[in-house]
């Protein structure tokens, strides 16, 4: 009895070992059936998604992912129409300079994005294809703007927006066209390259934005606008003079203006001195040609008690006692006033000072853009 049960036990081992062997087998063919089926299966699909963009692919932003070339291009042209027809900017100092599409022969390559996307999508490789699909993790693809314009038309836009880009430097002034003094700011002096703005453009025409922000070199004003002060206003047709501390009128006082035979100069002067109790001195002309050489200062003198004499020739502001000339254009050519406006407007102003002289509103007599010959 004893001897049978000793070898009975590797007979049993080794039936054990067999049936492990079997069923490893089984199981390893049962792997092996699923992974094949699975392989053939994702297999099947790949093939049958040919003619179609698989997952993840986008054109501009556009997804495209299930459909096939046709609808995909139709796609593409219903929801990048907006793209499509957007023009092309130039940005500089707040001013734009636009050229819509047609200007420029601009148009979207709708057909090359499409073949290019499709192309990308489907030159990944098989196994990582099925591999994504199988993980639902699909290759992201995003086709950029594709566009094609006309070279003689883009450089033709540029030529003419370059004729408002570039400027030279203009001063600072004060307009005083309306007979109310608007401060007009500096501008620089700028000029583009024509050759970097034709590379930038270039550039923005490949994007869905198209936008250049224009690159410049700048020259700067000479004078800028926070070097103006206090300065005085004379409007001949209302026989008006105002005084304004920038655009503060500060006062207003009435005045008598030169006659039609001695008109007052128009134009931007200065006032070069004060002079209290000023001495008449005979300009020489034909009307002072009865007249002393001087008059000193007292009563009888023609500049009252306070002048002011400005760089245009033989022109003062200066007072008078013949108050009934205040209002009419009856002088030589000065600026005549009440005594004691005169002396009021006196301790307010230097030398120096400003003095815009001008026929009427709206007909200043000069052009108020221009610096005076003396500057």
């Known amino acids: ?9 590797p007979a049993l081992w080794l039936g054990e070992r067999k049936l492990s062997t079997v069923m490893l087998i089984i199981g390893g063919l049962l792997l092996l059936s699923l992974v094949v089926g699975m392989f053939s299966y994702l297999l099947i699909q790949d093939l049958f998604s040919f003619g179609s963009f698989p997952g993840g692919v986008s054109i501009v932003g556009v997804n495209v992912s299930g459909l096939t070339k046709t ?3 139709e796609k593409c042209q219903k929801e990048l129409a907006e793209v499509a027809n957007r023009p092309l900017t130039l940005k500089i100092d707040g001013e734009e300079y636009q050229a819509a599409p047609d200007r420029l022969g601009l148009n979207l390559e709708y057909q090359e994005m499409v073949d290019r996307a499709y192309s990308q999508a489907w030159s990944v490789n098989l196994f990582e294809r099925m591999g994504r699909r199988f993980m639902n993790r699909p290759k992201e693809i995003n086709v950029s703007l594709l566009a094609a314009n006309n070279d003689e038309m883009v450089s033709a836009f540029l030529q003419d927006a370059l004729a408002g880009i570039n400027r030279h430097p203009h001063d600072a002034y004060i307009d005083v ?3 109310v003094p608007v401060i007009v700011p500096a501008m620089d002096g700028r000029q583009a390259d024509p050759e970097l703005l034709l590379a930038d453009t270039r550039e923005a025409l490949g994007t869905a934005q198209r936008v250049v922000d224009v690159q410049v070199g700048r020259t700067p004003a000479a004078i800028i606008d926070s070097v103006f002060g206090q300065f005085i206003i004379l409007n001949l047709a209302e026989h008006k003079l105002s005084l304004y ?4 009128l500060l006062i207003q006082l009435p005045i008598a203006c030169g006659s039609a035979r001695y008109p007052t100069p128009v134009g931007q002067w200065k006032i070069v001195a004060k002079q209290r109790n000023p001495t008449w001195i005979n300009p020489g002309t034909a ?5 002393p050489p001087s008059i000193a200062p007292g009563p009888g003198n023609p500049l009252g008690t306070r002048a002011l004499p400005l760089n245009a020739s033989g022109v003062l502001i200066h007072g ?3 108050s009934s000339s205040i209002g009419r254009s009856v002088s030589h050519g000065c600026i005549r006033m009440h005594m004691r406006d005169v002396e009021q407007l006196f301790e307010m102003v230097e030398a120096n000072t400003p003095v815009y002289i001008i026929k009427a509103a709206g007909d200043p007599g000069f052009d108020v853009t221009v610096k005076p010959f003396w500057q």
Do not use: D, F, I, P
Not at 1 to 9: D, N
Not at 287 to 291: D, E, N, T
């Open 177 to 179: 066209t309306s007979g």
């Open 245 to 248: 501390n920038r655009e503060q």
């Open 287 to 291: 009307w002072a040609s009865g007249m």
């Open 1 to 9: 009895m004893k001897s049978v049960g000793v070898s009975s036990r």
């Open 71 to 73: 609808e995909a291009l």
């Open 320 to 322: 008078t006692s013949a």
